[in-house]
Every structure is written in structure tokens, then in C-alpha cells.
């Protein structure tokens, strides 16, 4: 991370918060970040975070801070269609319809290269018949 990192973008919260606010939203982040392989921040940068919140608040001449959100409800996702959140356009057909064969062609091959896909995967792990038999056996 550089030093243009953002607290309160990092806990999602907006400029002003209560102390309280912010310690649940890094509790919030930190178990969010728990439970994902990849996310953008580490909890160590959660940690960051809230001291740097916490000394704003003790200070409240810091002036470093870019301050976002101004309004608070801008960190909720998007919900019905918006500037941000416009509706699915369908586009126009770039191409023509397939044939009855052609799509019957592509479904064949789809399947042929699923189950070899299948059989590479789970060959070792299936019995094969007839069973093999030692040499003594009838």
C-alpha cells in the first residue's frame, strides 16, 4: 500500500464517525477479510486504519485525511437503476441464428469434451469392469 491509503474508505465509513462506529466496522472488515482468499486490503492495513481514525478523532486538526464520503449513505450498493446501477441493454444479434445442426454439432462436442474432462479427473477413482481376477481364480 502507498500513503495515499484512505481510513475511512478502508473501514467504510464516513468522515466523522464515532469511535464506536469504527471499531465495528474494522471488526466487520477484519472477519470479511477472514473468510476471503483475496481482498484488497489486509488486516493489517484494517489496523492501520482504525488508529488512524481513532487519532483523528483524538486530534481533530488532522487535516491529512482526504474526506470521503461527504454523504453517508454513498458507501451502500447501488439498489434499482441509477447513473451508477443503469439497467441491462440487451445488444443486437451480430450474428445469425444457428441451425438445428449446428447447435446439436456444438452440443455433441460440448459433451464429448466434458466427459473426457470426467473421466481424466475421476479415472483412478473408478472401478473398472469386469474386475480384475488373479490367476488362480476360475
Excluded at 444479434?93 to 441451425?99: D, F, G, H, K, N
Excluded at 449446428?102 to 479427473?121: C, N
Aim: aromatic share 6%; hydrophobic share 35%; net charge negative.
Amino acid at each position: 500500500m502507498d500513503d495515499r491509503r484512505n481510513p475511512y474508505l478502508i473501514l467504510g465509513i464516513p468522515f466523522g464517525s464515532s469511535r464506536g462506529e469504527a471499531r465495528r466496522a474494522a471488526a466487520r472488515r477484519t472477519r470479511e477479510l477472514r473468510s476471503r482468499e483475496r481482498a484488497a486490503y489486509s488486516i493489517e492495513d484494517v489496523t492501520w486504519a482504525l488508529h488512524q481514525v481513532e487519532q483523528v478523532i483524538d486530534h481533530a486538526t488532522a487535516v491529512e485525511v482526504f474526506r470521503v464520503p461527504a454523504a453517508p449513505g454513498v458507501l451502500d450498493a447501488p439498489s434499482g437503476h441509477g447513473l451508477f446501477h443503469p439497467p441491462a441493454v440487451p445488444m443486437p444479434r451480430q450474428s445469425p441464428p444457428l441451425t438445428d445442426e449446428e447447435y446439436i454439432e456444438i452440443r455433441h462436442r460440448a459433451i464429448e469434451t466434458v466427459s473426457k474432462d470426467v473421466l481424466v479427473a475421476l479415472g483412478p477413482y473408478v472401478p473398472c469392469w469386469p474386475p480384475e481376477h488373479d490367476e488362480g481364480s476360475p
